[in-house]
Nanobody
Framework: QVQLVESGGGLVQAGGSLRLSCAAS????????MGWFRQAPGKEREFAAY????????SYADSVKGRFTISRDNAKNTVYLQMNSLKPDDTAVYYC???????????????WGQGTQVTVSS
């Protein structure tokens, strides 16, 4: 069982930055692919980014590519999402997830955090 706890969300103006963190309880953190997903009001949950077990490979949704950076620190059991040049369309609840596959498909992620709200004002 893996418990994931996100933090770092908040209210920011368009063009600003935020860094989300996701702390994992598992000692086997480094054995999981980690992903970030988001869900805006009235919309389905969508993929934002994932990072491989070692951190050597990352993938991003087109909507965030070039603005968001995912990283991980396996010694601290933590994954991060650095979000720059934020837009009002980035407003959503952001979730981190852990799973066995490098995929953008949420169904393949086994463990999920409770989410953290990000609001970008115009």
């Amino acid at each position: 069982q893996v418990q994931l706890v996100e933090s770092g969300g908040g209210l920011v103006q368009a063009g600003g930055s935020l860094r989300l963190s996701c702390a994992a309880s598992a000692r086997t953190f480094s054995s999981y692919v980690m992903g970030w997903f988001r869900q805006a009001p009235g919309k389905e949950r969508e993929f934002a980014a994932y990072i491989s077990r070692s951190g050597g490979m990352t993938s991003y949704a087109d909507s965030v590519k070039g603005r968001f950076t995912i990283s991980r620190d396996n010694a601290k059991n933590t994954v991060y999402l650095q979000m720059n040049s934020l837009k009002p369309d980035d407003t959503a609840v952001y979730y981190c997830a852990a799973g066995p596959l490098q995929t953008s498909t949420s169904a393949y992620y086994t463990y999920w955090g409770q989410g953290t709200q990000v609001t970008v004002s115009s």
